[in-house]
């Protein structure tokens, strides 16, 4: 029986990338994966909880259990929103069985291609220079890539996918692991630090040659696309998932 799957869309995806959303969704269906959106599905609170305002996260966190704890799995293509709910609802669910088994079948999209479905290596072609962008949560909270600071073998399940499709060739930048600047409401509170340090970003980028920048978090890719076409950059912006279905 194929697994049932509730997909968790972050709201800036809902509201601004519908078709990130669209793309996870034909991945996850291409591969035989059962996928529900559930409707009543809201923000998960990490915007109020960036701030500081983590009393205004509660109810959030709460809805997020009763609405997804039913499914097998949950996906999100974020590995910041998945961070969220795996690393800062503990304070609300105290010795919650309940949260405890959610919080261990709740998934990033690519980690759960790759680690619960197996998934290695695609078939398609996408013959574009990519480079790809780690971000923070996903890097330094999921550990779904090794990162810099850490001493040890490299490893990165999204860097496989992406050398298997033909035609894809990988950027080499020179600091392949550091924040873009966007950091949510960083980016607002801190406008100056955080345009600067995406602006690093794009120009490693255009240095190595890239023709396509991916990423696993679209709220890094905003904030890059941003700075891209204020400043008229030939670089296209493209979520993993928008990739991977091309690929199929």
């Known amino acids: 029986m194929a697994p049932k799957v509730g997909l968790f869309i972050p709201c800036y995806i809902d509201q601004l990338y519908p ?12 591969f035989g994966v059962d996928v529900e959106y559930p409707e009543s599905q809201t923000c998960c609170g990490q915007p109020m909880a960036n701030t500081g305002c983590t009393n205004e996260v509660e109810p959030l966190a709460k809805r ?9 799995a949950v996906v999100c293509p974020s590995g910041s929103c998945v961070s969220m709910v795996t ?33 290695k290596t695609l078939s398609g072609r996408f013959p574009h220079k990519v480079g790809l962008h780690q971000s923070c949560h996903g890097l330094r909270e999921l550990r779904l890539a090794s990162s810099s600071e850490v001493m040890g073998p490299p490893f990165g399940n999204v860097r496989v996918l992406l050398e298997s499709i033909e035609g894809v060739e990988l950027s080499e930048l020179q600091r392949p692991d550091e924040c873009c600047g966007f950091g949510g409401t960083f980016a607002v509170a801190e406008e100056a630090v955080s345009c600067m340090m995406g602006e690093d970003r794009v120009h490693d980028h255009e240095q190595a040659g890239t023709e396509v920048l991916t990423a696993l978090d679209m709220s890094c890719l905003m904030h890059l696309d941003g700075i891209i076409r204020r400043q008229k950059k030939p670089i296209r912006v493209m979520h993993i998932s928008e990739i991977l279905v091309e690929c199929l």
Do not use: M
């Open 19 to 30: 078709q990130v959303g669209i793309s996870t969704l034909k991945v996850l269906e291409h």
């Open 64 to 72: 997020f259990l009763e609405i997804f704890k039913g499914y097998d």
């Open 87 to 119: 690393h800062h609802y503990d304070e609300y669910f105290p010795d919650n069985a309940e949260y405890e088994e959610l919080k261990a079948k709740t998934y990033e999209f690519c980690d759960y291609l790759t680690n619960v479905l197996g998934i």
